[in-house]
């Protein structure tokens, strides 16, 4: 994967919570290109596997319930600097944190049910996007 994109998850909460449409307006508004779209769910094994850097951490095993409770929307992203500017798109992990205008202040709870998901480098966009699409997937 080129090193313009980044990997998103729309989480569960936003789902849930009918999110999808005004998240992916602000995403795209924000100009981002959408390589790769699908609504799924993780399975137990999936998130694990997905948060695996977490799994020392004590909100691990809240963390997997959480994002295998529902359906998400994962997506591929595509921009210049897309890792960082999508991250400086959604904001901090805690909303309480976040800056006005991000993506998690707007539509996320806690720091727990955070909204959405951004890779954090590059490295971990293309494993992160090749978790969950393969190459005829990808736009
Ligand atoms: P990030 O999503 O902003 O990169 P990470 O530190 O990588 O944040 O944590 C991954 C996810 O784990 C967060 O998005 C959030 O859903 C969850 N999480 C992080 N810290 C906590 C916590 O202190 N309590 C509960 N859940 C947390
Ligand atoms: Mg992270």
Same mark, same amino acid.
């Given at each position: 994967? &080129? %090193?313009?994109? %980044?990997? *998103?998850?729309?989480?569960?909460?936003?789902?849930?919570?009918?999110? #999808?449409?005004?998240?992916?307006? !602000?995403?795209?508004?924000?100009?981002?290109?959408?390589?790769?779209? !699908?609504?799924?769910?993780?399975?137990?094994?999936? &998130?694990? &596997?997905?948060?695996?850097?977490?799994?020392?951490?004590?909100?691990?095993?809240?963390?997997?319930?959480?994002? *295998?409770?529902?359906?998400?929307?994962?997506? #591929?992203?595509?921009?210049?600097?897309?890792?960082?500017?999508?991250?400086?798109?959604?904001?901090?992990?805690?909303?309480?944190?976040? &800056?006005?205008?991000? /993506?998690? !202040?707007?539509?996320?709870?806690?720091?727990?049910?955070?909204?959405?998901?951004?890779?954090?480098?590059?490295?971990?966009?293309? /494993?992160?996007?090749?978790?969950?699409?393969?190459?005829?997937?990808?736009?």
């Amino acid at each position: 994967m &080129a %090193t313009n994109r %980044t990997f *998103t998850m729309l989480k569960p909460d936003s789902v849930e919570k009918g999110n #999808i449409g005004p998240i992916l307006e !602000k995403i795209t508004a924000s100009g981002f290109r959408i390589v790769a779209m !699908k609504l799924t769910q993780m399975t137990t094994a999936d &998130a694990q &596997a997905f948060y695996a850097i977490h799994k020392e951490r004590p909100f691990f095993g809240e963390l997997v319930e959480y994002m *295998t409770r529902g359906p998400i929307v994962a997506a #591929i992203l595509e921009k210049d600097n897309a890792v960082e500017d999508f991250r400086t798109l959604i904001g901090a992990t805690n909303p309480a944190e976040a &800056a006005e205008g991000t /993506i998690r !202040k707007l539509y996320a709870a806690s720091i727990g049910e955070n909204a959405v998901h951004g890779s954090d480098s590059d490295e971990n966009a293309a /494993i992160e996007g090749a978790f969950h699409f393969s190459g005829r997937e990808m736009f």
